[in-house]
């Protein structure tokens, strides 16, 4: 039997790579004495899919993955096992066919800039991703930019599943020193 579990990942831990929180989810299931369904061969190993991973340094508050059990569990007790920085929001059993890859659309991201990063945003319009050059519009799908009486910025925005960009790309060659940037993974969009 498969789970959907969804995690957010916060404070220090949004600095640790995707293969990190990967092994602390692991450990973290291990301590819960999740009755694992393993893979089969020499080094046998418990059969888990996540989702892709965010940029470094985003408040992840959709962290995926599937996990195969051999029998029911349950999770309402696994946050006394994970470390600080980790939370799960809910588990729910789906069908043993389920794949994330097949099933996320998409994400929805809340980024928090300060003045100095907005202006540079705002005069960038087209965007290097891999080899290819794509406008600002495509990469931020429903860009919507909301202001604040201390000048701080809140741009809202859709990525599809397999177009996620670090928008802190855009500003690595010309950040000022003293800046706001605040970037949380905020909704997912199920297909």
């Known amino acids: 039997m498969r789970y959907l579990l969804n995690f957010k990942k916060y404070g220090n831990l949004i600095y640790n790579g995707h293969l990190d929180s990967t092994l602390i989810i692991e450990e973290s299931l291990r301590r819960n004495k999740v009755p694992f369904k393993f893979s089969e061969g020499f080094n046998p190993k418990p059969l888990f899919s996540f989702s892709n991973p965010m940029p470094f340094g985003y408040i992840n508050r959709n962290f995926l ?62 965007i290097k991703k891999g080899k ?51 970037p949380i993974c905020d909704e997912i969009h199920w297909r």
Not at 107 to 122: A, G, H, P, Q, T
């Open 65 to 126: 993955l599937t996990v195969d059990l051999i029998e029911d569990h349950d999770f309402s007790d696994l946050n006394k096992f994970t470390p600080k920085g980790l939370k799960l929001n809910y588990s729910k059993k789906v069908e043993d066919n389920f794949k994330l890859s097949k099933s996320i659309k998409g994400f929805d991201f809340k980024v928090y800039l300060s003045e100095n990063l907005f202006e540079i945003f705002k005069d960038t319009k087209t």
């Open 132 to 182: 290819s050059d794509y406008d600002k519009e495509i990469l931020f799908e429903n860009l919507k930019i909301k202001r604040n009486y201390k000048n701080i910025y809140m741009l809202k925005y859709y990525q599809d599943y397999d177009m996620i960009f670090n928008i802190y790309k855009i500003f690595r060659e010309e950040a000022p020193e003293k800046f706001i940037f605040y």
